[in-house]
């Protein structure tokens, strides 16, 4: 299928002919009204030459989606402005039937979540061909050949037979093709991708980014790909931009930016990023949060949170400045600024200190979920048993933190929820001190209740959102009889929000005046509360950015370190647990293949799903295609 | 520790909105207090050479056939009418949202169960059922009260158990489970919190429905009887006069449309300062 099999090479300068593809000139997105709107685009230009891909990097908040949809004309709640030049043709001029023909056959965009993209009512065939009967008024039978084709490219499996399938009968890489396939439909010059493999896991990412660059290859289409992880970006990318705040503060080739970045702020998205070749023993976390983009000053938007700024740099807004070929920064101070090489990890005193005597042991631990058997009824459908914990046996020692890592569906999570006595495992025991505790939380003694402590992924659903943040952290204090009286309580509180750096000021707030990191900074402080021995951690910083999940993860260790708190610690990033744990367990379908110290699972992997899943993580330098993680579901 | 009940939005400057609510409710309040003592007429008093008066300044919404001043009659109806409605609305909704809380969270068996009791409560048609508890209890308003609130009961309940199943898969109840809390405290002060606006809501929908079941009851001769100056009462014994006396039939349900609209938007107001923005998904 594929002609040249090699590598695209990520240092290639792309073509540039007379008439790029797509030109964003000037452009900007103001939601609200004029004067007190909220201006999440700010005067962004690039250009995306034909056949080439561009990544846009950016935080949550960065204005990278609205910039997407402002593409395809589809911002209807914002104004846009400036000229949004589609082959030539300015997007913000066309009239309703020029734009119809023109999403699809010139444009077309592939969304975050594959599952809600797709009809769970019509076959992928159909919804695929729906598409070609609408832009090129083909009959059924050629719009349904033409779909069966487009599976084949995105090299589906069996297409014929898959193009009759319902969406939830594939799985989620299967389904993020077909949505790349529907918008192949038309042979479009321009895909735009939002976060197309962010819902994916480690492996079934790395063959859809291998799916992209084939594409790209065979079919010379243009790229715009946007994306909040930088090992994603630098798989595909040609050039790359980087969004802060609605502005671009940096564009250049993929090398240039990822490997010499030379804004501030990239440097620190670099510095931030936990990678699994070293164990860092702090990363480096961008302090300060995003300003309010309702009033922008006229400074760099940086500045607040910059380390290397200067009186001067508040006084006017820098301009993107040249610093090496196509190589552009928006600072003042580009000329002092250069990646400082990330301080010399301090070796982790995991090996050195013998083992003490484990906090926890869990002990054979099984649970499936289904009934195991139905009367065989018609239309009774027979629902299969899934085991999603195996007899599964691990130690968490003392102040220590023990990482468990698998895919989803692994059960990681299933796990965590029947070490808390969320859930009642079928077999197998929890040990506290050597002592059998009982299953299920609201059986065991207070003391137990209070020992094991849990942070939740999603930290927009762990607090309760009628509750002050004063209420949520105070709660445990009382429930526990750790304080009674109000004076003692409140002092506890702030001493608890002080420690996850969050300031008085802070008690009467509700969750939804809280971003996302000081929600979970929030959960953190709840969950210490209890003055607990064990925290289970499941995914706590999957829902956050880089630069935040930095700031919560130094902020894990510190506590463990001052307070000796064991954490169990559920993740699907392999960088993230590198860095905090030290006993590492990676899982599959219910069992652990692989277990030791984070040097030996991830320097020396024994089991094959190990060195498959290490192999697929995105790193910064492009990898060549990855033919032994081509897996089928 | 102020968890129970917490208004931020009611920090707010105050609208031209808010004004008429709070007017609004100080009216009815006032005439359901006072209404016989504001009445400028009894609203009992026979007077044979007035009957069947067509509206005038003396009697600015005419008089029935035994010559009582329908506007006097209207005013002191508010206790009668309301009082019933208001009581009937509380029993059901307190029945239904302590039910659908239960439910919902407890799941399983218990949903199970209790989830087919209102299911066979709900499948009978509501004024028969209402009927059904009058006639057998007697026609006093304490009855009236508990039959209406019986019909309103599984229908408060399938609402709130229906949020309740949503948010009893939210993280923030794990939470509250995995360090140790009794489920009294989380149907209580987890749960109920998040559920509270859409029983206010549900709450003036109800007071408007109740008035028209007591209504109807009244209507069709069972619950509340003759002289009591009840709206619904008044509705029925006025439109056989509809011919010959159309203020009679007309103003009354004018006043239970009046006061059913006004409830309804007391109710969107204040379920709009206890919704927390972003907070609460469930609508």
Partial sequence: MNAEPQAIDGDMAPPFSSEPTLEVIGVSITYGTVARGLKAVRDVSFRIAPGEAYGLIGESGSGKSSLAYAVLRHVPAGRVTGRIMLRGQDVMEMTPQMLAATRGRVVSMVYQDPMSALNPAIKVGEQIAEVIRRHRKADRATAWARAVTLLGQVQLPYPDEMAQRYPHQLSGGQQQRVVIAMGLACDPDLLVMDEPTTGLDVTTEAVILDLVNDLRRDLGIAVLFISHNMGVVAQVCDRVGVLYAGQLVEEGSTAQVLRAPR??????????????????????DIPGRLPDLREVPAACIFMPRCTSARDSCGRAIPTLETVGPGHRTRCFEHDRIARTVAPTPDTLATAAEPDSRPLLQIIGVERSFGRPSRPKLPFLRQRRMVRAVNDVS??????????????SGSGKSTLARCVAGLLQPDAGDILLDNAVIRPMVQDRARPVQRAIQFIFQNPDAALNPHWTVED??????????????SADLRARVRGLLDAVKLGERYLDRYPHQLSGGEKQ?????????AEPRLVICDEPTSALDI??????????RDLQERLGTSYLFISHDLGVVRHIAHH???????R????GTPEEVFDAPQHPYTQALIAAIPTLERKPRRETTRTTA | MSMALSLPALRRRFGVGDVACIGFLVVMVALIAFGTQIAPRDPLAFDPLHS?????AAFPFGTDEFGRDLFSRIIAGTQPTLLVALAAAAVGVFLGTSTGLVAGYLGGAVDETVMRVMDTLMSFPGLILAMLVVVMLGPEPVNVVAAIGLVFWPRSARLVRSVVLDLATREFIDSARSRGESRLFILTRELLPNVLMIIVVDFSLRVTSAILLSASLAYLGIGVTPPTPAWGLMVRDGQQFIELAWWLPVFPSLAIAVVSVGTVLVGERLRRSIAMPGGDRAR
Avoid: C
């Fill in chain 1, 547 to 556: 630069s935040v999940q930095a700031a919560i993860l130094n902020q894990l």
């Fill in chain 1, 394 to 407: 691990l130690d968490i020692p003392q102040g220590r933190t023990l990482a468990v890592v698998g895919e």
């Fill in chain 1, 472 to 485: 949520i952290v105070a709660r445990p204090l009382k429930l526990h009889g750790i304080a009674h009286w």
């Fill in chain 1, 521 to 529: 900074r929030v959960s953190i402080a709840r969950a210490f509360a």
């Fill in chain 2, 52 to 56: 069947l008066e067509a509206p005038s």
């Fill in chain 1, 263 to 284: 804004h501030p702020y990239t440097i620190g998205l670099m510095n931030a990023l936990p990678t699994i070749d070293r164990a860092q023993a702090r990363l480096a």
């Fill in chain 1, 592 to 595: 652990i293949v692989e277990a």
């Fill in chain 1, 584 to 590: 590492v367990a990676i899982m599959r379908h219910g």
